[in-house]
């Protein structure tokens, strides 16, 4: 059975930094893609940060680029987001998901499994 646990979430300050992880479990990690979404109150849930799967290629959303940074150990089966320079905006619930494919690592419907997520708080 496929699992996928996110942790690292909390509250912060803004200009603060965070880091999430995402461990996986009954899957062999290293064939899939791997990104970050997150979901606001009242918003749909959008696309954060992709890795594909060897780590070579990555993709961010325009609202964090230069501020968050994705990153994988497959020995270790973990997915890295590491937040910095938070904003207000930056806070909802963000999910880990894994992709098969990885041709688009921005499209929500490409991931076949997903975390429970785990709450990012800034406050301001």
């Known amino acids: 059975q496929v699992q996928l646990v996110e942790s690292g979430g909390g509250l912060v300050q803004a200009g603060g930094s965070l880091r999430l992880s995402c461990a996986a479990s009954g899957i062999t990690l290293s064939v899939y893609a791997m990104g970050w979404f997150r979901q606001a109150p009242g918003k749909a849930r959008e696309f954060v940060a992709g890795?594909?799967?060897?780590?070579?290629?990555?993709d961010y959303a325009d609202s964090v680029l230069g501020r968050f940074t994705i990153s994988r150990d497959n020995a270790k089966k973990i997915m890295y987001l590491q937040m910095n320079s938070l904003k207000s905006e930056d806070t909802a619930v963000y999910y880990c998901?894994?992709?098969?494919?990885?041709?688009?690592?921005?499209?929500?419907?490409?991931?076949?499994?997903w975390g429970q997520g785990t709450q990012v708080t800034v406050s301001s």
């Open positions: 890795i594909t799967w060897s780590g070579g290629t990555t």
């Open positions: 998901a894994l992709d098969r494919i990885g041709r688009n690592l921005r499209y929500r419907n490409a991931y076949e499994y």
